[in-house]
């Protein structure tokens, strides 16, 4: 008679001591395995950001050369979940993968620059952020046509403002709750970002706090959003970006002082 052998799981809080005791490598596999579910979750996400660019298989491979780098650079005695520390990493790094695909039409690129050198212009012109009208007046096109151009920009403008808080070692701001990972100067520093972001993210327009909100905090897509508020997903889109140009703004200026 066969008998069925049932294979024992090991508990990850037992392959963490093994791996801080030995760094063996197959020990190591083990925790990318049962870690691995994190990566597919975040890539999953992520695409469905952005319009242009769809390759799942591509940013998982990114995502699990991250997990494992974040596995060897992780400090158990840290108080900080993995979970939490390698999402970071992962995230940071997907991210950037698809900033070096280059994958936006070079009409959107060219469309994305103009709306922020008027906006640029504007701001400094006027000492305050500029309407939508205001923009689409010294651009010299209707408001509808501004608009659109908005909608068509939202994934650019994403992948714009999450670049530079990756970038700037800024990811656990308010948008994504993270906890601090880094030295008591670190720490200082994020919350005092964290403090200005959410002051800007109070001083948006009601719709745009709204989207924002939904879209980070609570991790609904664009068409969600658009059924949750009950408008379209082109003009959420428009509401997302006109967000998202403000707080990049705010944030870029913060960096420079």
Known sequence: MTKNYEVREIPVQELWTRYSKTGDIETRNELIRQYSYLVRCIAIKIVGRYQYFNYLDDIINEGLIALMDAIA??????????????????????????????????????????????????NQRLGRSPTEQEIADYMKISLPEYEKMLAE????????????????????????????????????????????????????EEKEKIVISLYYKEQLKIKEIS?????????????????LRKLRRSLENYLKQ
């Not at 993968?97 to 922020?116: S, V």
């Not at 993270?178 to 200082?188: D, F, I, R």
């Not at 059924?227 to 967000?243: D, P, W, Y």
């Open 153 to 204: 920009t939202s994934s650019m403008n994403i992948l714009s403002f999450e670049e530079l808080v990756y970038e700037k070692g800024v990811e656990s701001i308010a948008l994504h709750s993270a906890s601090s990972t880094g030295g008591p100067e670190q720490v200082m520093a994020e919350k005092e970002l964290s403090s200005m972001l959410q002051l800007d993210i109070e001083n948006l």
């Open 227 to 243: 059924g949750v508020m009950g408008i379209s997903e082109s003009r959420v889109s428009q509401i997302h970006s006109s967000a």
């Open 73 to 122: 650079k992780f400090d158990m005695m840290k108080n900080v979940k993995f979970e939490t520390f390698a999402s970071i990493k992962v995230r940071g790094a997907m991210i950037d993968y698809i900033r070096r695909q280059d994958c936006f039409p070079r009409r959107l690129k060219k469309m994305a620059r103009a709306i922020n050198e008027a906006d640029e212009t504007l």
